[in-house]
């Protein structure tokens, strides 16, 4: 029996040396995702930057046009449905060596639960040809046409969730977090810039807060569901900032505004959200999506 014992030990104690070779250890094999289209190979990405700026005419014209280039677009997750407040569709932002050249896109695919599979951070590649870009309220989106059933109008809506399985692949990168730009007058001057980027708003109090209030108590919006919510300090952000909430769709929506009832006066809070813009001939209104109830951090 001792000697079986021994025997074990030493075969034991060869494989760990065996294991130990050099110092060196096996590299995982880096893993495939069951979504997406794993056999796209990466190939002539451009920027977001560079897809906006090609079809400027397009986007600003609220029309829509196909995508007949073989080019690909790369970059990370900064929203998608976690919490009901976007619905059936991501955005994305790209990560070039310099900064002030980062732009964003929303991409509408009709599919639900695409945060179980596309979580904040991934990086994905997106083969574009045969695509389409267009505008609405000036805002750039990927998707396929759409038909209004009621007025005949046609323009740049959710493609199919087949169409968008054979259109982009997961890469295998770690997920990393993209971090917010803070809003402020720079960006609303430069609304091309920051159109559907992921922003924050720090040290702002909402309007209407008086310890009952909730991101849905303000008026409902002229487009049936969702509600408008507004800042107390105009001086800062101005008047022309909406934060959009889904309804009920939204699982954050009874979120009470925060307040001190003591002070009489709401409390400030660090706010993150994706900015839409929506501009006409006259001016942009910017509406801000929350996308989960940790986007708001009540500073106490």
């Not at 600003?60 to 619905?87: C, H, P, W």
């Not at 803070?182 to 008086?210: H, I, M, Q």
Request: with cysteine; proline share 4%.
């Amino acid at each position: 029996m001792k000697n079986i014992k021994y025997i074990i030990a030493a075969v034991c104690a060869v494989l760990f040396v065996a294991c130990q070779d050099k110092g060196e250890w096996d590299v995982p094999a880096v893993t495939v995702s069951q979504y997406g289209n794993n056999s796209i190979v990466e190939h002539n990405v451009i920027s977001n930057k560079a897809l906006l700026d090609k079809y400027t005419s397009v986007i600003s014209d609220n029309s829509m046009e196909q995508i007949t280039e073989d080019i690909q677009l790369k970059g990370r997750v900064t929203a998608n449905d976690v919490e009901g407040n976007f619905y059936k569709k991501i955005t994305i932002e790209d990560e070039p060596a310099n900064a002030d050249d980062v732009r964003a896109i929303t991409i509408s695919i009709d599919e639900s639960g695409l945060w179980g599979y596309l979580p904040e951070g991934t990086e994905i590649l997106i083969n574009l040809k045969d695509l389409w870009i267009g505008g609405y309220g000036k805002q750039a989106q990927l998707g396929t046409p759409y038909t209004n059933n009621n007025t005949g109008a046609v323009s740049v809506g959710r493609m199919s969730k087949f169409v968008w399985k054979d259109h982009f692949r997961i890469l295998p990168t770690p997920i990393k977090a993209v971090e917010p730009i803070e809003f402020d007058a720079t960006v609303k001057g430069d609304p091309d810039k920051y159109a559907a980027r992921l922003v924050k708003f720090s040290n702002a109090a909402f309007k209407g807060a008086d310890g009952k209030a909730t991101l849905k108590s303000g008026p409902e919006a002229a487009l049936k569901g969702y509600f408008q919510t507004w800042l107390a300090d105009e001086t800062k952000y101005g008047n022309d900032i909406v934060f959009f909430t889904s309804g009920d769709y939204a699982k954050f929506s009874t979120f009470v505004l925060p307040y001190d009832a003591s002070a009489k006066k709401a409390i400030p809070c660090d706010i993150v959200g994706v900015a839409s813009r929506y501009s006409t001939n006259r001016s942009t209104t910017w509406q801000i999506s929350i996308r989960k109830a940790a986007d708001i951090k009540v500073l106490k």
